[in-house]
């Protein structure tokens, strides 16, 4: 999970993922901002996320994402 976080760091600075639990809805990452991290799941652990999965709740917080990919990985 911090390999992950630091990734997103990079796609986001100064955005507290290891707190915060409204990502996507309180503003801090825009839709532009999930299509990046899509982007990066895909290349850096090769994980297609589905549209059906691109939704609020998978991108609120840095643990959602990461249960996502998880989720994503068993399948």
């Known amino acids: 999970m911090e390999e992950f976080i630091e990734k997103l760091k990079l796609i986001k600075k ?3 993922f290891e707190n915060e639990t409204e990502l996507f809805d ?3 990452l825009d839709s532009f901002d999930v299509i990046q991290i899509i982007t ?3 290349e850096d652990y090769e994980i297609t996320v589905p ?3 691109i939704v609020p709740t998978n991108f609120n ?3 959602a994402m ?3 990919m998880q989720r994503l990985e068993d399948e």
């Open 14 to 16: 100064g955005v507290d």
């Open 26 to 28: 309180g503003g801090f």
């Open 51 to 53: 549209p059906s999965e």
């Open 40 to 42: 990066m799941l895909d």
């Open 61 to 63: 917080s840095a643990k």
């Open 66 to 68: 990461f249960a996502m």
